[in-house]
Nanobody, 116 residues
């Protein structure tokens, strides 16, 4: 089991930057994949970015070139650097950890609001 705590959300103007951080309650070095999802009101939750244990990354199309996911196994954290933010990036952002296909965990979410 692992608890995930997100931080770093807030209100920012369009074009600005935010850095989200997800702190895990135990070592993440053996966790298969960790990622960031988001859910806007009235929309489905979607994957924004993920990073595997080996360091392979995957990004939502609209996030490519603007967002960067990173993983620090020594600190047990996964960060999401978000640049050139747009109003459509406004959502509740969740950290996710996949242990295996049967076991995965979510954080409580952190709100990101981008004003135009």
């Amino acid at each position: 089991q692992v608890q995930l705590v997100e931080s770093g959300g807030g209100l920012v103007q369009a074009g600005g930057s935010l850095r989200l951080s997800c702190a895990a309650s135990r070592s993440i070095s053996s966790i298969t994949s960790m990622g960031w999802y988001r859910q806007a009101p009235g929309k489905q939750r979607e994957l924004v970015a993920s990073i595997t244990r080996s360091g392979s990354t995957n990004y939502l199309g609209s996030a490519k070139g603007r967002f960067t996911i990173s993983r620090d196994n020594a600190k047990n954290t996964v960060d999401l650097q978000m640049n050139s933010l747009k109003p459509e990036d406004t959502a509740l952002y969740y950290c996710n950890a996949v242990i295996n296909i049967y076991s995965y965990y979510w954080g409580q979410g952190t709100q990101v609001t981008v004003s135009s």
